[in-house]
C-alpha cells in the first residue's frame, strides 16, 4: 500500500487541488465500488472515512478496517450499536436509532466533504451529546468552487436514511461519471511524493541552522 487517503489530502491540499474533481470522482467511484460489493451482501462498514482508505500502488483506493463491519441478516436487517468515530457517523448511527448500510454512504459523504474542506465535518465539536443532535453535514464554506455535479452527489449521500441513494444508484450519478483514469490518481501520489521529500528536506536543512 502507498498510503492513507488522509495523508494524501494533507499534502494535496483541500479539494486535492493537485488533481482536481476528476480525481476526486475517481477516488469515489473506488468506494462506491467496494461498498456495493459489500452492501450486495449485507455487509455494514461502519467506519468510513480517509483513514481507512487505502491507496494500492495502481492509484486504485481500497477500503480497510473491518474492525467495525457487521451482517445484516433477515433475522436483524438494522442494527443500533454506536460504533466508528464521530465526525463521519451518519447522524442515525451517533443517536443509537436502527440503521442499515445507508450508514456508510453518509460516512462517504462527510469523507467527500473532508478532502473538499481539509478537516473532517463537525470537527470543532467537542460536545459529544450535541454531536448526536446533529443530522446533516455543515455546508460547504466555498460551494462556488465546486460543480453542480459535485454538490449534489454530496447531498445525496447526506440525504435522510431513506432518501438516501445506494452505492450502486451513486456510481451512475453524473459526479462519478466525470471520474479520471487510474494513471491520473497515479500521478496524483507521485506529486504529493514529491512534495513529502520537499517537505523532509525543508525540515532537515531548518535542523542544520
Do not use: K
Not at 20 to 42: F, Q, T
Not at 59 to 74: C, I, K, N, P, Y
Not at 108 to 117: D, I, K, N, V
Amino acid at each position: 500500500m502507498e498510503r492513507s487517503l488522509a495523508e494524501v489530502c494533507v499534502l494535496s491540499g483541500e479539494g486535492l487541488e493537485l488533481g482536481g474533481e476528476v480525481v476526486v470522482a475517481r477516488l469515489m467511484a473506488d468506494v462506491l465500488e467496494a461498498l456495493n460489493y459489500l452492501h450486495s451482501r449485507g455487509v455494514v462498514h461502519r467506519d468510513v472515512r480517509s483513514d481507512n482508505l487505502l491507496f494500492s500502488t495502481d492509484g486504485r483506493l481500497l477500503l480497510a478496517d473491518f474492525f467495525h463491519a457487521v451482517q445484516l441478516t433477515e433475522e436483524r436487517p438494522t442494527r443500533d450499536e454506536v460504533v466508528g468515530v464521530w465526525y463521519w457517523m451518519a447522524p442515525e448511527l451517533r443517536a443509537g436509532q436502527p440503521y442499515n448500510t445507508a450508514v456508510d454512504i453518509y460516512s462517504l459523504g462527510a469523507t467527500l466533504w473532508e478532502l473538499l474542506e481539509g478537516v473532517p465535518p463537525h470537527s470543532e465539536i467537542e460536545d459529544v451529546e450535541y454531536l448526536r443532535t446533529i443530522r446533516h453535514l455543515p455546508p460547504l464554506s466555498q460551494p462556488q468552487r465546486w460543480s453542480e455535479q459535485l454538490r449534489s452527489f454530496l447531498a445525496m449521500c447526506a440525504e435522510e436514511p431513506s432518501r438516501r441513494p445506494s452505492a450502486a444508484a451513486l456510481l451512475e450519478s453524473p459526479f462519478i461519471r466525470r471520474a479520471c483514469s487510474r494513471s491520473d490518481v497515479v500521478a496524483l501520489l507521485n506529486r504529493a511524493r514529491l512534495l513529502e521529500d520537499e517537505l523532509h528536506r525543508q525540515e532537515a536543512a531548518a535542523a542544520m541552522i
